[in-house]
Nanobody
Framework: QLQASGGGLVQAGGSLRLSCTAS????????VVWFRQAPGKERELVAG???????YYVDSVKGRFTISRDNVKNTLYLQMNSLKPEDTGVYYC????????????????WGQGTQVTVSS
């Protein structure tokens, strides 16, 4: 019910925009987020936006990433600029009712993941 897209291979300093389209849920009522999982590491909350459009960012992406949502299109976006090699990983979108939290087990819906690779 969440379909992520937009990943790819980009050089350091480049940009990508990820999208996550929802179906079968009242999208506007959900907090929606992006997690990132780097090779050999745990899944990490990168950015989120709640139903009131308040955004959260992990410190490492502040000023470079922008999260947004279009409740008419039922789509979540993540604009990623000034990409760094350490941004490499599989990016997953997820949704839950209530507030944004960092614990993966508390999310009700997950996208399939999209690979982002940043070369140095």
């Amino acid at each position: 019910q969440l379909q992520a897209s937009g990943g790819g291979l980009v050089q350091a300093g480049g940009s990508l925009r990820l999208s996550c389209t929802a179906s079968g849920l009242a999208f506007s009522r959900y907090a929606v987020v992006w997690f990132r999982q780097a090779p050999g590491k745990e899944r990490e909350l990168v950015a989120g936006i709640n139903s009131g459009r308040t955004a959260y960012y992990v410190d490492s992406v502040k000023g470079r990433f922008t999260i947004s949502r279009d409740n008419v299109k039922n789509t979540l976006y993540l604009q990623m600029n000034s990409l760094k090699p350490e941004d490499t990983g599989v990016y997953y979108c997820a949704a839950r009712t209530g507030r944004i939290v960092a614990w993966t087990t508390l999310y009700d819906y997950w996208g399939q993941g999209t690979q982002v690779t940043v070369s140095s």
